[in-house]
């Protein structure tokens, strides 16, 4: 199990440096595996508890710089305006569906999309937030999956119809 840290460790920065061509590490899965992980009372032994333990404690601490890993990896993402892939099924990422906490992308292109209607002098606010987010998720539903690996998923202002649209388009 101390190699499956290790190995983690891995598949981690693996999935953050390429995220289309890695899967998802399921690292959650595996640290609450470890954490609830007991010796049963009649086959537990002094080493056995302190290699659990070991195991546990290195778990806590990779799974504290696996936390800051993937807020900075993140936060890049954010810097370099990428919005192609939909964050993991993680219980911040529901959260953050769930409206508990604001997703930067989906909110920054609102503001965009606001921002561009207003200097063209319609109303800034034709679209509410809550149909934007919806809007733009099913059109990013359809498009990711058509989606082939020399082509990217970008935002685009269209003037005809007034508002933020995704698209596909070739890499480079």
């Not at 470890?34 to 002094?46: E, L, Y």
């Not at 920054?108 to 987010?133: I, N, T």
Request: charged share 40%; glycine share 4%.
């Amino acid at each position: 199990m101390l190699r499956e840290v290790d190995r983690m460790d891995v598949k981690i920065r693996a999935y953050l440096a390429d995220r289309q061509h890695n899967p998802h590490p399921r690292h959650e899965d595996f640290i609450s595996r470890v954490q609830s992980f007991s010796i049963k009372p009649g086959v537990s032994t002094k080493q056995l508890d302190m290699l659990l333990d070991k195991l546990q404690w290195k778990v806590y601490y990779a799974s504290r710089a696996w936390k800051q890993l993937w807020k900075s990896s993140e936060n890049m993402r954010r810097q370099e305006g990428i919005n192609a892939a939909p964050a993991p099924q993680t219980k911040d990422a529901k959260d953050a569906e769930n409206g508990k906490r604001g997703i930067y992308s989906v909110d920054r292109l609102y503001k965009l999309q606001q921002e561009r209607l207003k200097a063209m002098g319609e109303d800034p606010d034709s679209e509410s937030k809550k149909d934007f987010v919806k809007r733009i998720k099913k059109e990013y539903g359809k498009l990711a999956s058509e989606k082939k690996k020399d082509e990217e998923v970008v935002m685009v202002f269209d003037d005809k119809a007034r508002q933020c649209t995704i698209e596909k388009k070739k890499k480079g």
